[in-house]
Each structure stands twice: as structure tokens, then as C-alpha cells.
């Protein structure tokens, strides 16, 4: 067979992430924009529909931030409430390509995860990684062994 007549299959490290229904928001990733992203039309109206009268919950759990982060083709916008990391935190990933959104709170010592995939193994990585237990930082996790020999 001529190898021209073969069709050319794109590698997954050849696709532009960043391209999308929500292109538009790629510029800030890296920026402290947080207002802006979430104040997006198309943001806003996902994130309404996702989480609904806990969306002010969210942003205040995001007023003190890193900047917005990029990881698996999403936005990852997270922090936590003044004075109140690890009690009150949030995680709102937004995906570029499509506009899906998913979300992770710890609000009153209760982790919600909020996202509308069919099985949680499709849950990014970043975000199932915020949801797991979080080791207790005062105590000896019980899984550790202490030596002082």
C-alpha cells in the first residue's frame, strides 16, 4: 500500500486542549481571574444548574486561591475559605472542550462531590484526589509506623 493513501491518525500529545466551546477562558489559565471565569455566561449557567443555592458556598470557599490551574483538558479553580483551610474548601473543574463542570466541596466537615458522570472512575484525577480523606496533620495517621529508637 503507498504510504500516502494511509490515513494519518493525530497522537493525543498532538491535540490542542485548550480548544473548545470554552477557548475563550485558556488565557487565564495561570491568572488569578477567578471572578471572570466564573462570571462567564456559559460558566455560570452550567455551575447554576450543577450546584444550585450552594454556587455562594463555593465562591466563598474560593476567596483565598492559587492561581487557575490546567490539568486533564480542565480550569481547576480551588481554595478555601478565609482562615478556614482544611474546615471549608473548595475545587470547581471546567472543561474547555465542552463546557462540563464538576465540582468538589468540604463545607461543615461533610465532602460533596457534585457531577453528573456516570461512574466516578470518570472523575478526573486532580478532583478525586481533593475528595479522598485527608490525613489528620495533629495526629499520627494510623497507617504509619514510629520509630524513635
Do not use: C
Request: no cysteine; net charge negative; glycine share 8%.
Amino acid at each position: 500500500m503507498l504510504p500516502f493513501l494511509i490515513p494519518r491518525v493525530q497522537a493525543a500529545d498532538g491535540i490542542d486542549w485548550k480548544e473548545g466551546a470554552l477557548a475563550h477562558l485558556a488565557p487565564y489559565i495561570g491568572t488569578y481571574e477567578y471572578d471572570t471565569v466564573l462570571d462567564d455566561a456559559t460558566v455560570q449557567t452550567a455551575l447554576r444548574d450543577l450546584l444550585g443555592e450552594k454556587l455562594p458556598v463555593f465562591r466563598r470557599n474560593l476567596s483565598v486561591s492559587g492561581p487557575i490551574d490546567f490539568s486533564s483538558g480542565n480550569l481547576v479553580l480551588s481554595g478555601l475559605a478565609p482562615h478556614q483551610g482544611g474546615a471549608e474548601e473548595a475545587m470547581i473543574l471546567i472543561k474547555i472542550y465542552d463546557g462540563t463542570v464538576r465540582a468538589g466541596l468540604l463545607h461543615q466537615s461533610k465532602m460533596t462531590l457534585y457531577a453528573r458522570d456516570p461512574q466516578y472512575a470518570y472523575i478526573p484525577k486532580i478532583l478525586r484526589d481533593f475528595l479522598a480523606p485527608r490525613i489528620p496533620r495533629a495526629s499520627l495517621p494510623p497507617q504509619v509506623e514510629w520509630i524513635r529508637e
